[in-house]
């Protein structure tokens, strides 16, 4: 279990009338590093399950509406979350659940409407900036950063969306910037890495988007974009051995993940075409040696 988390009481965290947003994020990325802590929290929302059965408790409503959306049981959780979405620690999300299922449209309106009760909130705000920049409105989300920056540049997730929004505009160096600043302010988390990656991919800087992908690999947990972008570059720097690994790590996880099992044929295909083009170039090499006359 990592430090950050040893400074939890993890089986309390979801017991908070208002959980802590970050507290929850916290939660989420252990869930997916440590079998104890995920089944810690199973036996949790298991407990918060059978209070709800027995009693409509709003409070409990939202707790268990949380714990579903941690494990990425979004339907289900927007089922139970949609009870108590005018709640205010329930918004959150709420929200966060709506866009994650790409219902970015119902998102933004329930959004919109939160933000007209409650400006301070951060969390929604920022959901909000996302939520308007996926469905197209740069400009709106930039006019809320600009309300937000005065008191928030200590957090990671404000440079995040504002990279995101200076990308959308194709200002990618200021976007790299931004990204940067995310990534110093939470290094544990995959979203400023993986936009880094991918604009150094973009623009043919192999050797920035391979460090960066070497570095979101390492961190728990790991997604499968990440191991197929890493193995195509590793495989466009011929590092075939390693592209491989990238494609089996995936095979581990989905054993019929179809990119997978064609990206891996390819550069198993490719070592051996690499070895045997090596082998006739010393073939030649010695050739030559032997034909030359003394």
């Given at each position: 279990?990592s ?5 939890l009481?993890?089986?309390a ?24 802590v ?16 027995r009693?409509?408790d709003?409070?409990?409503v ?26 205010k ?14 219902k ?87 979203k ?17 988007a ?8 390492k ?17 466009d ?24 099992l064609m990206?891996?044929?390819?550069a198993t295909?490719?070592m ?9 170039k ?13």
């Open positions: 279990m430090q950050e988390t040893q400074t009481d993890i089986s965290v979801l017991l908070q009338e208002r959980p802590e947003v970050d507290d929850i994020y916290v939660l989420r990325r252990e869930a997916y590093s440590d079998r104890n995920r089944e810690e929290l199973e036996n949790v929302l298991a407990d918060i399950n059978k209070q709800v059965a009693d409509e709003s409070v409990k939202m707790q268990l509406g949380i714990g579903l959306w941690i494990f990425n049981r979004n339907e289900e959780a927007d089922s139970i979350l949609s009870r108590v979405r005018n709640r620690g329930a918004a959150y999300y709420y929200g966060r659940n709506l866009l994650d299922m790409g970015v449209e119902q998102a933004a309106e329930y959004l919109e409407g939160m933000y007209a009760k409650d400006t301070d909130s951060f969390h929604i705000n920022i959901l909000l900036v996302e939520a308007r920049r996926r469905k197209g409105d740069i400009e709106g989300a930039m006019k809320l950063l600009a309300s937000l920056e005065a008191n928030h540049l200590d957090r990671a997730e404000f440079h995040y969306e504002k990279g995101y929004c200076l990308e959308a505009q194709g200002l990618y160096e200021e976007a790299l910037d931004e990204y940067e600043k995310s990534a110093v302010l939470d290094p544990g988390s995959h400023a890495l993986f936009r880094l990656a991918y604009i150094y991919d973009l623009h043919g800087n192999d050797e920035k391979i460090e960066t992908y070497e570095r979101l690999v961190l728990n947990p790991v997604y499968i974009s990440e191991l197929i972008n890493l193995g195509l570059l590793y495989e720097d011929r590092e075939y051995e390693k592209a491989a690994d990238c494609y089996r790590s995936v095979l581990q996880v989905e054993p019929n993940h179809k990119r997978a990206y891996l044929e390819d295909a490719s051996t075409m690499f070895y045997d083009e090596d082998k006739a010393l073939i030649e090499k010695r050739n030559m040696i032997l034909n030359t006359p003394v």
